[in-house]
């Protein structure tokens, strides 16, 4: 085993966007904490990046929509021993449809999940490595998270958080040691869609997708980097750029066309895995 670099932490790791941020790391050496739900498809991803990069890697097999679980996660790795030199927050998930109609245990766990594991983990790991004088943290936020989201509104919400909580974060920690890097991603080819119900949408079905690898490459040579923010892909930094000098309310009638259901149905429906990640735009 490679044990001369600490441990990469990465949330949503099985697969998705998770997945190439796990290989990223390994290939540089780092280990591994993978997170996510389903021990079936950790222990899988785990076998896979020991023989390929020759790492240690843990799996924990953790809900991370229970309120219990980032502390869960700190204290397993503590008591392990474990450094985790660079933390990921990748895991994520949105939901489709008008507000007031949907499920309001469904918008609790995704502020759970979106927000509230997302800050646990930050405020426990930053704390160490702070301490240490050294560590990168990546959070997936969104393109989204720059615009109102209308058919999605508290996804987009959740990810406006997570950007302008680690811009700030970026700004506190100058001269620390420790870097926060949020990822803006636009849509991209992950099972995302699938769990937010958003299968039909233009979006999905008529959106150029983003390759979740070409994503992750982004993020991760922001983070090696230290930047505070990077938005994935040429397309989406234009249409970041556009929404920026756009009125508000033009920026949500354009989500608003852009969620209304396709006649098209072309894409292939990803498998329902249990996995958290992010992967729209």
């Excluded at 039909?200 to 505070?228: C, H, I, N, W």
């Excluded at 930094?237 to 969620?259: C, Y």
Aim: hydrophobic letters at 40%.
């Amino acid at each position: 085993m490679n044990n001369n670099k600490g441990y990469a932490l990465v949330t949503g790791g099985s697969n998705g966007f998770g997945w190439e941020f796990a290989q990223l790391c390994a290939k540089d050496g780092y280990n591994l904490v993978l997170v996510a739900r389903n021990t079936q498809e950790l222990e899988r991803a785990a076998a896979e990046l020991r023989h390929r990069y020759n790492v240690d890697v843990v799996t924990l097999a953790k809900d991370l929509f229970n309120e219990d679980a980032a502390m869960d996660v700190y204290e397993e790795v503590t008591s392990r021993g474990l450094i985790v030199e660079i933390l990921i927050n990748n895991a994520g998930q949105g939901d489709y449809g008008v507000f007031h109609e949907g499920s309001l245990q469904r918008d609790l766990d995704l502020i759970q999940l979106n927000i509230t594991t997302l800050v646990t983990l930050t405020k426990l790991f930053v704390k160490e490595m702070v301490a240490r004088g050294h560590g990168r943290v990546l959070q997936v936020s969104s393109l989204l998270g720059s615009v109102p989201t209308p058919l999605m509104a508290v996804y987009g919400a959740t990810k406006a958080f997570v950007l302008k909580f680690s811009e700030a974060l970026a700004h506190e920690l100058k001269h620390t040691g420790v870097t926060v890097t949020a990822l803006q991603p636009g849509a991209s080819d992950t099972d995302f869609f699938h769990k937010a119900g958003a299968e039909s949408t233009k979006e999905y079905q008529e959106s150029s997708l983003s390759d979740p690898a070409d994503v992750a490459r982004d993020g991760y040579k922001a983070l090696m980097s230290g930047e505070a923010k990077v938005i994935s892909g040429a397309r989406n930094k234009v249409m970041g750029a556009m929404s920026n000098i756009m009125p508000d309310r033009l920026n949500a009638a354009n989500m608003a066309r852009h969620m209304q259901p396709s006649d098209k149905r072309d894409r292939p429906v990803h498998p329902d895995r249990e996995s958290d990640e992010s992967g729209v735009s």
